[in-house]
């Protein structure tokens, strides 16, 4: 949808720009547009400007178009509102005995205010009020599309006044007042003004007497359009391909008019991404920090300092260490040059996919790190050897399901989340071969000392593995209620596609986006296009047509989120089409003036026409070739653009059903009469729905996957999914956790899921084969669990521990999204080792064991009704067997 609309009206990547103080009088206004797009020679060239800035569109422009086409000045102003024109702040006017001790009243004002309405209340003096003594009007700024492929040439103060004359120039005048008051987050339409207005004005001083009642202290509030104005700056080739060079050139430009920074403000797509882009980067390496505070100069930096030292104190070994570090870095290393070499670009998403595959390969060699130490205790000579023989299945298998995880994320509808999905599960297939083969090779060439047989001593292990199988039952249940009770959460699971909210409030770009709502307009669009099809145009007048754009436009606005709307209509007087009972001369003079405004718009007579206004040559389609969805041929398509606040927490899918509704009510009396809307507001709302489905989708693909898996490897259908609930059990919990606390989750957040049910699968994996090892010993459950929990327990909580604490390091980043990730990345791998060594071991205590268990007896029986085959040595898991149990094996022939 959003393909076809900008097939059919221009768009321009353009940046919102106003400051405090600003006015149609002020001559900073002028000369900051010369220095953007420079001068005009005389070939009609301009020279001297930014070669990043193709053209400005200021509200001159705009008002003069109006009135040049018959719109009144005044009321070319009133049409602007909430788009190119603010509503200007709330003033006050107090009476006589407000005035006697005016602090008092305004203490008075501020308390009432925040005890009875919730807010704190900014007051400004009138004195520095720009509107205070002018005829002015305002303009700011993210129309983002609102004129696209209006002319852009700037109209000079000069040439404003000699065309239209000083005395058509729009004139809001502004009562007196005594002083003017705002507070956070108050839009034009805010539900909060009217209780305001009633109690200020009801504010009482304190009586004179027992009986008595304090005066009025206010006699009236009021808003009064007029500042702050803005310009829509339309970026160059040069512009969009460097968006922080822009955001640095309108800094610098403005301060040499005379522009502060800390009045200066701006907003648009490139701002964001500049924003974003450098918030990264100082996540990576910020230079503005002192060294002497590294968690400040660089929280990635962080997490790898923390997790390599992690690593050192849980080996014990200097040289193994490394040689695990080396392995980690080397995989992530390869698997990120990927990327560069199949065309692909870093984006948001990819950035954490570096955490994530040294998590993983990290994971890995600690366990192959483990193995060796147990071997090497006994004989360092075969140590290797051993250590690979026991972690080739597990491994294998926790890599395998790992990138079934990942590669579930393919089938998302998002670009990003669909490369993160296939480079991380080529990457953990990478981890795989280093862990298996680099890292034994490195220990070979050069091999660690034989460890301590105190290294390798897992009694507190096996202390707490009798603990847990002492009380599984107990265990076990508490943990199903716990996933059960957390599980309801998830119905209150919100996603967050707003990429304003993925930076902390005290950001500046948050703070210029508040500025901008609360002055002037909202900075999001919601573009709706009215159709009329060509029976509807052969029996109705252009004029008509035109007033029914109108009349939509008008409904639109009277919703609370929208600030203000734009169309065709708005550049052309009110028609109202005459009587049936009319004289003839009157219809006459309609109809001619219908037709000659028609054949202006469509010929391209009047400038600009074409942003508001289009016929399409050809059938649209929108899902199918021929289905004429989005329009047939010969359509008029007629432009609306309404503006909405982003940084509220109203629901853009209320706002859209809204706006459905209420269009549907207008053009439903008029046969031939459509209409499609899109924009960056359905844009956003269909992204956060894809996001939230992505999620169900690809960990809904990557569980079934991974249960057959477990099914085939357990060899009993029950037991695999008995075996699932561990490695559900920290999605299920942490999320639903995160739904019940309100958080919302992003694109970012979107991917622990599936990757921390591959992390899951890893220790569940590595505990279940050598549970089964130990049942083909002879062991009992519960021993089983015991020593599979001796040997792989130590394992898996170095790997959690290193890899946890290591991203924790994530959390004081100020760009949200990339501390979200860190803190909900360790929250799940702390639930994944919490289902891993308590859940899972208590459930092979019970009945997954006993599954376990008669499977076990099934394939020994098996074997020895089988031909007996010669078989060789092979290296088996480092467990000691009692001889009472090895008594109760069957003998193998």
């Not at 990138?403 to 670009?415: E, F, K, P, Q, R």
């Not at 019940?740 to 921390?756: E, F, K, N, Q, Y």
Request: aromatic share 6%; net charge negative; hydrophobic share 45%.
């Amino acid at each position: 949808v959003l393909a076809w609309f900008k097939h059919h009206f221009p768009a321009e990547d353009r940046v919102l720009v106003t400051w405090d103080g600003s006015s149609l009088d002020d001559p900073r206004v002028e000369a900051y547009v010369e220095k953007l797009i420079g001068r005009l020679d005389d070939d009609g060239v301009h020279r001297g400007g930014s070669p990043l800035i193709d053209s400005v569109i200021t509200a001159d422009e705009l008002c003069t178009k109006m009135i040049e086409c018959g719109v009144e000045p005044n009321e070319a102003a009133h049409r602007m509102l909430g788009t190119l024109i603010g509503h200007g702040l709330i003033r006050v006017r107090l009476t006589d005995a407000g005035r006697v001790d005016q602090a008092d009243t305004v203490a008075r004002l501020c308390e009432e205010s925040k005890q009875k309405l919730g807010i704190d209340l900014e007051v400004l003096s009138s004195t520095d009020d720009p509107c205070r003594d002018a005829h002015l009007h305002g303009t700011t700024l993210d129309i983002v599309a609102v004129e696209e492929g209006v002319e852009s040439k700037h109209l000079d103060g000069d040439r404003f006044a000699s065309e239209i004359g000083d005395a058509d120039r729009p004139h809001l005048p502004v009562a007196p007042h005594d002083f003017r008051v705002t507070w956070c987050s108050m839009i034009p339409q805010s539900e909060c003004l009217e209780p305001f207005y009633e109690m200020a004005r009801q504010l009482r001083g304190p009586p004179s007497g027992p009986d008595a009642v304090g005066p009025l202290l206010i006699e009236d509030c009021f808003r009064c359009p007029g500042s702050p104005v803005g310009m829509l700056v339309n970026l160059s080739e040069a512009g969009r391909s460097d968006e922080g060079g822009v955001v640095q050139e309108l800094k610098s430009l403005a301060a040499e008019v005379g522009i502060s920074e800390s009045a200066l403000h701006i907003g648009g797509r490139a701002v964001t991404a500049s924003e974003l882009n450098e918030a990264v980067q100082s996540s990576a390496w910020n230079k503005a920090t002192d060294s002497w505070w590294p968690h400040k100069r660089s929280v990635m930096l962080m997490t790898g300092v923390v997790s390599i030292g992690l690593a050192f104190l849980f080996l014990k070994s200097l040289r193994l260490g490394i040689l695990v570090l080396v392995v980690s870095y080397y995989t992530t290393a390869v698997a990120l040059t990927m990327i560069p070499l199949s065309g692909g670009n870093m984006n948001m998403v990819l950035m954490v996919m570096p955490t994530l595959l040294n998590v993983l390969t990290l994971s890995g060699a600690i366990h192959v790190a483990n193995y060796w130490k147990h071997a090497a205790v006994e004989n360092p000579r075969t140590a290797i050897a051993r250590a690979v023989e026991m972690a080739r299945q597990p491994c294998a298998l926790a890599s395998i399901t790992t990138a079934i995880g990942l590669i579930s994320l393919v089938t998302s509808d998002l670009g990003p989340v669909k490369d993160f999905g296939l480079f991380s599960a080529i990457g953990c297939l990478l981890s795989l071969v280093a862990v298996l083969y680099v890292l034994p090779t490195l220990l070979q060439l050069w091999p660690a000392g034989a460890p301590q047989a105190q290294e390798v001593d897992s009694r507190r292990w096996e202390m707490f593995g009798r603990w847990v199988t002492g009380r599984a039952g107990l265990v076990s249940g508490i943990c199903l209620v716990a996933c059960v009770a957390c599980s309801y959460g998830l119905v209150y699971f919100q996603t967050e596609t707003k990429v304003i909210r993925y930076f902390p409030p005290h950001a500046r770009v948050v703070r210029d986006g508040l500025a901008l709502e609360q002055m002037l307009s909202g900075t999001s669009t919601l573009e709706l296009v009215v159709r009329f099809n060509p029976e509807m145009q052969k029996k109705s007048a252009f004029l008509e047509r035109l007033e029914i754009v109108r009349q939509v436009g008008d409904s639109i606005c009277e919703n609370s989120e929208i600030s203000g709307v734009i169309s065709l209509a708005d550049f052309q007087p009110v028609n109202v089409a005459p009587d049936e009972d009319a004289r003839t001369f009157t219809k006459i003079k309609y109809n001619r003036r219908s037709t000659e405004t028609e054949r202006r718009v469509k010929e391209k007579e009047i400038s600009g026409t074409e942003a508001f206004f289009a016929v399409a040559p050809e059938a649209g389609n929108l899902l199918t070739p021929g289905d004429a969805e989005l329009n047939e041929a010969g359509e008029e398509l007629w432009r609306i653009t309404a503006q909405a606040g982003i940084t509220s927490d109203h629901n853009f899918h209320l706002l859209t059903s809204d706006i459905e509704s209420r269009v549907t009510e207008i053009i439903k009396k008029h046969p031939g009469t459509n209409y499609v809307i899109t924009g960056t507001v359905p844009l956003f709302l269909r992204t956060q729905l894809a996001v939230l489905d992505s999620l169900i989708k690809s960990f809904g693909m990557a569980f079934a996957i991974i249960a057959l898996v477990m099914i085939g490897q357990l060899r009993s259908p029950i037991a695999g999914l008995l075996s699932m609930l561990p490695n559900l059990m920290p999605v299920v919990v942490v999320f639903g956790l995160i739904a019940w606390s309100g958080t919302r989750v992003d694109i970012g957040s979107m991917l622990t899921a599936s990757v921390a049910l591959g992390i899951a699968v890893d220790g569940t994996l590595h505990l279940l084969t050598w549970f089964r090892e130990g049942i083909v010993k002879g062991m009992s459950r519960d021993e089983a669990v015991v020593k599979a929990l001796a040997h792989c327990g130590p394992a898996m909580w170095q790997t959690s521990a290193a890899v946890g604490f290591g991203l924790l390091m994530l959390y004081p980043a100020d760009l949200l999204m990339i501390s979200r990730f860190g803190w909900l990345m360790a929250a799940l791998i702390g639930a994944a080792l919490f289902a891993d060594v308590v859940f899972l071991p208590a459930l092979l205590s019970g009945p997954l064991g006993r599954i376990i268990e008669r499977t076990v007896s099934r394939s020994s029986e098996d074997e020895i009704d089988a031909p007996r085959q010669p078989q060789s040595e092979a290296p088996q898991p480092h467990f000691h067997v009692s001889p009472r149990r090895t008594r109760r094996m069957r003998p193998a022939g």
